[in-house]
Structure formats: C-alpha cells, structure tokens
C-alpha cells in the first residue's frame, strides 16, 4: 500500500496512515518466523515502504502542514519499530528455548578429544643429541647468554682483529648499558687462575654482547670445575645474519673433553658415534679437513658424506662414493694452550678436543627441511607436520627420532 499526497496541496491521508499502521501492528503480532518478520519490516520501514514514502511527501507540504504532519508520522515509524523489536526478541527467546530443548548433554559419555600440541622439532633435536651425549659420557653445561666479551672472545684466544668482533657480526650492548651489566662479569673474569688481568682485559669484561656462541660455557666450567672436564654446552646463540639457511638467533651445541692423553682420533670418534645414533644410521663416513679457528689447534672441519634423494639432502655414505658427495657438518680440533692457560688449566698435563654443531642445521638435515626460516613462523600445519608429541621421548633403545 502507498501513501500518497491529497492533490496540490500536499497533505497526507492521515486516516489512511493509521490503517496501514493497524494493519502492519497485526501482521507484526501475527509473525511467527524472524523470516516473515523482516518481511513486516521492509514493507513498512524499507526504503521503499509505505512509511518512508509518506515521510517523503513531508517536502511537498507548507511549513504548517509540515509542522502537522511530521510529528505523527514519525509516531507511526517509532510505534511499528518498537513493534518489531519487541516481536523480534519474543521470536529469538522462543528459539533459544527450542534448541535448548533439543539438545540434550549426556554426561556418561567420555570427555571430547582435545587438539594437543607439538614438542618443536629444535627442541626434540636437543633433547636427542642430549640423550646421546650423556650415553657418552658428557655433562650438560648452560651459561649466560649476555656475555662479556673477555670471554666470548679474548678467552677463546681471539684477537683485536677478528672479523667476529666487528660490530656487523656481533649484537653490542651500548656502553651505558653494559656498566650496568659488566659487575659480576668483571669479577669472574678477574678471577683467571695463573694470570694476572691486564688493564685491556678488565675493560673488555665491562664490554657486553649477546653470545656468538656458546664457547664461553666452556671456559666458565673449567674456570669452575678444573680438569679432567666433559661436556656439552647447548644453547642460543646471535649473530648478525639471515636468510634460508641463517638466522640472527639459532641454536648451537658444542663440546668439550679435557684430560691427560686426549688426542684428534677420540675427536673423530666421538662425533662419529654421535652421528649414527642421531641420523641412525651406520654407514656415517666422517672425513676431518684441515681449517683454522683461534682457539684450537690443529683445526679441522668434519665433514659428512651425503646423498640427493629429490630436494633433500640425506647424511650417509661415502662422501666419494657416486652419486654421494661431501659436506660441512661442523667446526672442532685440539683445544688450543693459550685457551686452556686462559682457563686456568696447565697445558703441560691435560689437552683434549672441542668440538660446535649448529642444532637448527642438524635438525633440517635429519628431518628433510629446506628452509631455517619456518623454524621460527609457527605456523601450526608446519608445526602438525614436522613436530613430536610431547609423549615421544628420545631413547638409544628406541631410536632417538621414534615417534610414540
């Protein structure tokens, strides 16, 4: 129905206004579904409904009919809008209380399933390569990760010069930070059995930075415990780099033996009784190539033979074996005397060997993943594909890598 204005003057059919409107209250008060509801709705108070073309008429009219007419149309819109509301919220009560109704909760029955989470596959790698290592013989040693630079680096036997002390490689504190910082540093590194700090060394224990690696672990715990000493040192470490295979944070685990007749050949075996329990796998073919580092000597690379299957690399074989190749699997070597003098331990009676795996790469290469980056995403379909249940535990038995 529409509403229309009474010839040229204007006015509105008032009488008829308060017909539709009866009529509209009882088809509201009639509605039994929200569906037929919005129907009430916008035939009345739509753009097009017969209530906003009566208050479009308003602009035809004199002002003093307007002053008329206005007031009790708008009554009309308010008094059909109360109308649907009210029925709109009878309507939503009533089937709230239907579905209620339906729906029943038996409590016999067991508890749903709820989603469980995933154990990252960084953290089962550490929890593995810590189960092998103590089936070695090895302690695990943590320490701070900011660090001073007396013992990330001058400790190690690393010079003034070393690219790794540049500040585009290594996280430095500001200085008026590292004072605040620098207290209990200080003092530990004073405390260089044998050796007398100079005025260099005490101003580089008041430098702090975030480790580069975790190294200083090493000379903590034999400035604390002495030799003989065996270890690993597992942990975060920062560097100023990143991309697919590099990250400004990742996760290092390195090694220390220290004790009286330690010579390369328990080096090389070490790592390759690690390797086959942790690629488990017996044909590890292990090859040490002649390096430098600052603190051993000799230094030597381990490598590790390996094979293409596809896009992922897979440790075993004989690296000149065809189709199998050789590659970088970490850094190691005969600890070096001035570190060990730098300690406190007299290098006359005790040597040994140290050794550093990059835990993220390790992880990658066992696990088939191309890309360090999506270590760090959390993206949970990544996570539900290559993560571990918190119930998978590591063991020589089993298998380090067995799933639940």
């Not at 108070?45 to 602009?59: E, I, N, P, R």
């Not at 709109?88 to 209380?97: G, P, Q």
């Not at 630079?149 to 585009?168: G, I, K, Q, V, Y």
């Not at 990250?247 to 330690?262: K, S």
Request: charged share 25%; hydrophobic share 40%; net charge negative.
């Amino acid at each position: 129905m529409q509403v229309w204005a009474n010839g040229a003057s204007g006015h509105c059919n008032m009488t008829e206004i308060d017909s539709q409107k009866n009529g509209a209250l009882e088809a509201v008060a009639s509605a039994e579904t929200l569906e037929a509801l919005e129907e009430q709705r916008v035939a009345a108070l739509g753009k097009k409904g017969w209530v906003s073309l009566a208050l479009k008429t308003l602009g035809k009219m004199s002002p003093e009919e307007r002053q008329e007419a206005a007031p009790a149309i708008q009554a009309v819109r308010a008094e059909i809008a109360g109308a649907i509301d009210a029925k709109k919220a009878d309507l939503e009560a009533a089937a709230l209380e239907a579905q209620l109704a339906a729906e029943k909760l038996d409590l016999t029955l067991p508890v749903p399933d709820r989603p469980k989470g995933s154990i990252h596959p960084v953290s089962q790698v550490m929890d593995e390569l810590a189960e092998i290592f103590a089936d070695l013989g090895f302690a695990v040693a943590t320490g701070p990760e900011i660090e001073d630079d007396w013992h990330n680096f001058t400790a190690l036997n690393m010079d003034e010069s070393h690219p790794a002390r540049a500040m585009h490689d290594t996280f430095y504190f500001p200085d008026t930070v590292s004072s605040n910082l620098a207290g209990a540093s200080a003092e530990a590194a004073s405390g260089v059995a044998g050796s007398a700090m100079t005025d260099r060394d005490h101003a580089q224990s008041l430098q702090m930075l975030l480790r580069t690696h975790t190294s200083p672990v090493q000379i903590r715990s034999l400035k604390d415990q002495g030799a003989p000493i065996r270890l690993i040192a597992p942990g975060r470490v920062y560097r100023s780099d990143s991309d697919a295979t590099h990250t400004p944070m990742f996760r290092q685990v390195e090694g220390l033996v220290i004790a009286r007749d330690i010579q390369l050949g328990h080096l090389k075996w070490t790592l390759a009784a690690f390797d086959k329990e942790f690629f488990e796998r017996e044909d590890i073919a292990l090859r040490l190539r002649p390096s430098y580092f600052p603190f051993t000597e000799p230094s030597v690379e381990v490598d590790v033979g390996y094979s293409n299957e596809g896009n992922r690399r897979v440790v075993g074989g004989h690296g000149d074996d065809e189709g199998h190749d050789w590659m970088e699997l970490g850094g190691s070597g005969m600890v070096n005397r001035r570190v060990l003098e730098f300690a406190g331990v007299d290098p006359e009676e005790y040597q040994g060997f140290a050794f550093g795996l990059g835990i993220d790469r390790i992880a990658m290469l066992k696990y088939g993943m191309n890309d360090l980056r999506a270590f760090f995403d959390g993206d949970p379909r990544w996570l539900s594909h290559y993560g571990f249940s918190p119930f998978d535990q590591p063991t020589l038995s089993a298998g380090v890598g067995a799933r639940a």
